[in-house]
């Protein structure tokens, strides 16, 4: 049988691209097409390579692992170690998932002219089965993600904050709420919903005590009672409709910065509300602040009951 390099590197290169892709895809990665298409071409080359057997380095264990983080780290330019290590295990799971699928295509369709050297298979075949093993492995990849995600319990939702008003910082924990739309009506600012039993650390507690003559407009009854004057300028009222609640209206303060704790690396914004609620969000204080989506660079969940919903 005749065996055409160009040919087991073009199938190497389209089966790794989509793993790659695959991997980016379920982890919510920025894709770089370039990216992906070089890493894809690395990893076709380094098939070629261990194919003929030129240089036996390329064929034993050590190399393959050195090879797949490179191939990984070229694709998604990893921040940090940590980052790298979870796209790493990922694409390694894809792979399994997608050389399983290939495997029992071949089982079912039983080829007569292939051949595996090296660890490459090559033959009339392996194109179509990788590319159908591929679409089946995605699907079920993408499956098994999804009934992983909605497993997640409400501790893996909670986010330590960072607020940071007048030069005086607070450390809260928020839950990540999907429905959390609020928005400041003029700016169009994301809002943080914060428990007013929070804030009197960096808000005085005589404007704080006034927070419900403040929303109704009624400055002039209570200037003479408040000392920091500046801070009745600086609020806004922001329309918002929750459970048992369809028109409500809450005070917000806009913060100096916000600071999002995650693991990969720490959000920071200085276009966040603070929302000011008058009641406990949570009975046992497991969390005392809810944040959006808005306030994320990507989703990490969808699967939470939403409590409040901007009105804009």
Known sequence: MTIYLDVVLLENLCMNYIILFATAYIMKLKMQHLRLIFSSLLGGVYAVISYLDILPIYSNFLTKILFSVLMVYIAFNSKS?????????????????????????????RPQDILMKNGVYIGTYPIKIALLGAIIGFIITYIAFCIVKTKFKKKDMIYKIKVTLENKQICLNAMLDTGNLLKEPITGMPVIVVEKSELYSVIPENVLNHIEELIGGEVKDIINEVEEKEYLTKFRVIPFSSIGKQNGLMLGLKADEVIIEKEEENEKRNDVIIGIFPSALCKNKSYTALIGLDLLERSETDEFVTNFKGQY
């Open 81 to 109: 170690i940590k980052k790298l290590a979870k796209q790493l295990v990922i694409f390694y799971l894809t792979s399994f998932v997608f050389g399983g699928c290939a495997f029992a295509m071949l089982y079912f369709i």
